[in-house]
């Protein structure tokens, strides 16, 4: 797994890491539930440093996935029309490990912290 290009097209084969709570997986376009990660382009509320936050985020996942067997359940669509889905590794949800390691929040019910 490698970070998705800026403007990759999507192809059946784009696997690819977004950002720390969104990935391609063979052409598909999942949105991880359960956990939320700053946001590398628009720095909704933190600026400079939500910006580097999303970047560890995002790299964070990236080792995960690519060090550790993991499986991925979907449960249905967004709003945007991505598949939500779980990742685990083990018997672990990915998102437990970014919270754990203060890179994420819960979803939805967790405080932005890097906002502050």
Do not use: H
Request: some cysteine; charged content about 30%.
């Amino acid at each position: 797994m490698e970070m998705c290009a800026p403007y990759q097209p999507n192809t059946p084969e784009k696997t690819c890491v977004v950002d720390g709570d969104t990935i391609w997986l063979a052409g598909e376009n999942i949105r991880l539930e359960g956990f939320d990660t700053p946001e590398p382009q628009t720095n909704i509320c933190g600026g400079e440093r939500e910006k580097a936050l999303a970047a560890l985020a995002s790299a964070r996942l990236m080792e995960l996935l690519n060090t550790n067997a993991w499986t991925v359940q979907g449960s249905g669509t967004d709003r945007y029309g991505r598949t939500l889905a779980t990742i685990r590794i083990g018997d672990r949800d990915v998102g437990e490990f970014l919270i754990e390691e203060r890179l994420a929040r819960r979803w939805p019910d967790g405080e932005e912290w890097w906002c502050d």
